[in-house]
């Protein structure tokens, strides 16, 4: 089944919890009303936290090994000064500005658990960071190579960092990095999904051209 898929059955989840907790706090006698309108807060919490944790799933996109997840091509501003343009699978386009002389990219994913898994949901990702660094100890050292945040803001609560940190029944959470690569004007690369990780893969000849240097 198709990643969005998931989040949409979870809402639809929720709307049923909500519905048998409302109905919990509308019956009377006073224990029984206490124990009752204890269940129907407690299940309107579960609704809004799954609720939640859906609205913080479609910031992700469907993970597939069938193809390249984004291509990255560089524009060279000046020495050691390159504009990156990261096009995603969704069509979408961001330029960054990277210091430096080689480029990385990492990506959180996710991959369903339980009976979302056994029902074959895919696994989903966004990429989390992008950076540029230097050849030389020295020029790291002394300069900026310049680094930006591209994960999507987190909606109520982090799912990717509450499933590192193990708690969450649902996903298990992984991190994904590329190893660093050249960056030269005119090169382009896609960027992969392999056993190992994510992986960028040169394009065209300006991009194999620099990896031949640097190897």
């Not at 706090?25 to 944790?53: D, P």
């Not at 386009?93 to 990219?105: A, K």
């Not at 990780?197 to 051209?209: I, Y």
């Amino acid at each position: 089944m198709a990643f969005d898929t998931a989040p949409l059955v979870i809402i639809g989840f929720c709307l049923v919890i909500v519905l048998a907790g409302s109905l919990v706090l509308l019956r009377n006698q006073w224990l029984i009303q206490w124990l009752k309108g204890t269940a129907g807060l407690l299940l309107i919490a579960l609704a809004v936290y799954f609720s939640l944790f859906s609205l913080n799933l479609f910031s992700y996109q469907q993970l597939s090994r069938e193809g390249p997840l984004a291509t990255i091509s560089f524009r060279q501003l000046g020495p050691q000064s390159y504009v990156a343009t990261l096009a995603g699978a969704d069509g979408n386009n961001v330029d960054y500005q990277l210091e430096g002389d080689l480029w990385q990219i990492d990506a959180r994913i996710v991959r369903w658990k339980g009976i979302f898994a056994l029902l074959g949901f895919q696994p989903g990702y966004q990429f989390e960071d992008i950076q540029g660094r230097y050849l030389t100890l020295e020029d790291q050292l002394a300069k900026k190579p310049g680094s930006h945040h591209i994960s999507r803001p987190a909606i109520g609560f982090d799912i990717w960092k509450s499933a590192r940190d193990g708690w969450s029944m649902m996903i298990n959470a992984q991190h994904g990095s590329a190893t660093y690569l050249p960056m030269a004007d005119g090169a382009i690369y896609e960027i992969i999904l392999t056993n190992t990780g994510l992986a960028g893969r040169p394009l065209n000849d300006a991009a194999r051209s620099a990896l031949g240097r640097w190897e």
